[in-house]
């Protein structure tokens, strides 16, 4: 079993800037890919990036709507995934969900094995 904690979000104007956090108390951290997922109210869960595991390069991968403004990154030591998140737009406003899972790196929900408890994101404009 993976629990992940996500925090960092809050409220913020549009064009600023949020850094969310995923942690976990697993110690095979690194060998999971770890994804970022978003959902607002009537919505299907939308991709938003994703990192291979340290073990592959820590590769990451974008969706359209976030690509040169959100960074993926992972912490191996401190078991914590972060998603700089630069430039925000009032549409980025949603849950943002943490995702794990020992296949890297899906794009759907399905992809993924464990889920964290979401953290909200509201950018005012």
């Known amino acids: 079993q993976v629990q992940l904690v996500e925090s960092g979000g809050g409220l913020v104007q549009a064009g600023g800037s949020l850094r969310l956090s995923c942690a976990t108390s697993r110690r095979t951290f690194g060998s999971y890919a770890m994804g970022w997922f978003r959902q607002t109210p009537g919505k299907e869960r939308e991709f938003v990036a994703a990192i291979d595991t340290r073990w592959s390069g820590g590769r990451s991968y974008y969706a359209d709507s976030v690509s040169g403004r959100f960074t993926i990154s992972r912490d191996n030591a401190e078991n914590t995934v972060y998603l700089q998140m630069n430039s925000l737009k009032p549409e980025d406003t949603a849950v943002y969900y943490c995702?794990?899972?020992?296949?890297?790196?899906?794009?759907?929900?399905?992809?993924?094995?464990?889920w964290g408890q979401g953290t909200q994101v509201t950018v005012s404009s």
């Open positions: 995702a794990a899972d020992p296949t890297c790196c899906a794009s759907v929900p399905g992809g993924y094995h464990y």
